[in-house]
């Protein structure tokens, strides 16, 4: 391949100022000719096509990114509880307020459920608290599967809740 234009069969070898190029018959007056190059055989071809794509694949397995997943914090019944009592209202009270059931209140309360991310939000904007945690995750690298594009797994998410 030409250096200098990227057109295939690059026969001729040149200097241009001091740097040494590969290029094809319409690049060789741009410098000073060296000589030809002997054209590979296919054999070589082919050897040098297996450790570009290798090298490649190598790169891709390096090659990591991170994804953001917000989570919701494991101490949130306590949290939620806590809030509760400093404003000194009632599940039924604060359950009116938000336009949610009390008995979904008392099973976040008691642990029993654990809220979406629609009521955290609601309950964080409410009692002004943190129930919701963005943590980063890697993706990427050697561990890349196949279905990597779909995003995370159950299986991700488990492991980032044991870190």
Do not use: W
């Not at 509880?81 to 009632?90: D, H, I, V, Y």
């Not at 938000?98 to 642990?111: N, V, Y």
Request: hydrophobic share 35%; aromatic share 4%; charged share 35%.
């Amino acid at each position: 391949m030409c250096d200098m234009c990227s057109s295939p069969g690059a026969a001729y070898r040149i200097e241009v100022e001091g740097s040494i190029l590969n290029v094809c018959e319409k690049c060789v007056s741009y410098g000073r000719m060296i000589g030809r190059i002997k054209p590979e055989t296919s054999e070589k071809q082919k050897k040098k096509q297996e450790k570009a794509k290798l090298r490649e694949e190598e790169v891709k397995k390096a090659v990591k990114s991170t994804e953001t997943v917000q989570l919701i914090v494991p101490n949130y019944a306590s949290l939620i509880k806590n809030a509760r009592e400093k404003t000194g209202l009632k599940q039924e009270e604060i359950a009116k307020k938000l336009a949610e059931k009390e008995s979904i209140l008392h099973k976040l309360e008691s642990g029993a459920m654990k809220p979406n991310l629609d009521l955290a939000r609601k309950l964080e904007k409410f009692f002004r608290i943190r129930l919701i945690e963005e943590v980063e995750v890697e993706s990427g690298g050697e561990e890349e599967k196949a279905s990597s594009s779909e995003g995370l797994t159950i299986g991700d998410l488990i492991h980032i809740k044991k870190r």
